[in-house]
């Protein structure tokens, strides 16, 4: 995703669309004796998104609509990026104001998610919790004492590269072959090991990720990505990647970007679905999640909201950081909506998974990464 001010002015277009109930509105769902029990699990579950994008604004509190859209969402937390791909030091730390902002503004609605501890607050509570999150790593000017600059402001979770080499890693659309970690790329993730930072590799190519999950002492994670055997793209993750990330204790998550599926289709459920399948199938139930990468709220897919979006990603391939078949909007056809979680919880349970698989899925896999991983060493 884009930048904090584009995902603002998308947010707010997206925000005057009608908010809509938590329960699938399929009749068929409706129907089937399995979307009951999902629902129970979904409302008892912990529900985290490893990649969303928030409605916020650090100006003013949200309006109802947008509030009752969260809280019907089902949603305990989400990771939100911030800095976007490739903001400087100073645009990042205004971002983290903007979002500190947005929170204070809304107590009763948001927190900021900083313990494993808060992520069950929030759960009692009923608020929205927000983790916050680095893809890009322009903010660090390759620097080890930023990253616990920034961790002391509560960003939980970094990665090493996005798409394109660093001065730490190799990305997904670096020229083949690469040299994959660098030496500060090890330091980094020492560092981040020692001080409670979960290492992102979503944004990493084969041999980084390899590399550095290889390096790392704690369990890494892939928080958005598809699966490369399902449909071969740069930013899906090879079966390879997919079970070094298991075979650390981690978690992948599953994103609705339209890498799922042959550009410029927009992927639809059972697309999702054969993505988390295969997931599933190569990882094992104790590794899956759900990382959307995608607006909480239903994307506007109006003609001024969506010359927006198409100018957004000619910036994102002038740049060099736009993945090929960039262009369809991020989602998934019926996903696009706040409670995503819970049609993709009832997708799982009509296709015959348990409810234990299912609560996993959800957000407890997640959960377990975090204990793990925000815990500082000496």
């Keep these: 995703m884009n930048r904090f001010e584009n995902r603002r002015r998308l947010l707010k277009a997206s925000a005057a669309l009608t908010a809509v109930s938590l329960l699938p509105s399929s009749p068929r769902l409706r129907a089937a004796a399995t979307a009951n029990e999902a629902s129970s ?21 949200l309006d109802k609509a947008t509030a009752k859209a969260i809280r019907t969402s089902g949603l305990t937390a989400i990771k939100a990026t911030i800095g976007g791909s490739g903001n400087d030091y100073a645009t990042t730390t205004q971002d983290i104001a903007a979002f500190d902002s947005a929170i204070a503004k809304n107590p009763d609605l948001l927190m900021q998610i900083r313990t494993v501890a808060d992520i069950a607050e929030a759960k009692r509570s009923g608020k929205l919790g927000i983790i916050y999150s680095f893809e890009g790593v322009n903010m660090l000017d390759g620097k080890l004492e930023r990253i616990a600059e920034f961790s002391a402001r509560g960003v939980r979770v970094m990665q090493l590269s996005y798409n394109k080499p660093s001065p730490f890693a190799s990305g997904v659309l670096t020229p083949q072959p690469s040299s994959g970690l660098t030496a500060l790329g090890r330091d980094a993730i020492a560092r981040m090991n020692a001080l409670g930072v979960s290492l992102d590799l979503s944004h990493a190519d084969e041999k980084s990720t390899l590399d550095a999950i290889a390096a790392s002492n704690k369990p890494v994670l892939v928080t958005h990505a598809g699966c490369d055997a399902v449909y071969s793209h740069p930013r899906n993750k090879s079966d ?33 679905i054969a993505h988390m399948k295969h997931a599933l199938d190569v990882c094992g139930e104790d590794h899956v999640g759900i990382g959307s990468d995608a607006l909480m709220m239903p994307f506007d897919t109006s003609r001024e909201s969506m010359a927006a979006w198409n100018k957004d990603i000619a910036e994102r391939k002038a740049s060099g950081v736009g993945a090929p078949g960039e262009g369809p909007p991020p989602f998934v056809i019926g996903l696009n909506r706040p409670d995503r979680s819970a049609l993709i919880a009832a997708a799982l349970s009509k296709r015959g998974y348990s409810d234990r698989v299912v609560e996993k899925v959800l957000g407890a896999n997640f959960q377990r990464v975090f204990e793990q991983t925000w815990t500082a060493s000496a």
């Design 240 to 272: 390879a990647v997919l079970r070094a990330v298991a075979a650390k204790e981690g978690v992948v998550g599953i994103y609705e970007l339209s890498f799922l599926v042959k550009s410029p289709a927009q992927p639809k459920l059972d697309d999702y």
């Design 41 to 61: 699990l979904y409302h008892r579950a912990i529900v985290i998104d490893g990649n969303l994008v928030p409605p916020i604004d650090p100006d003013a509190a």
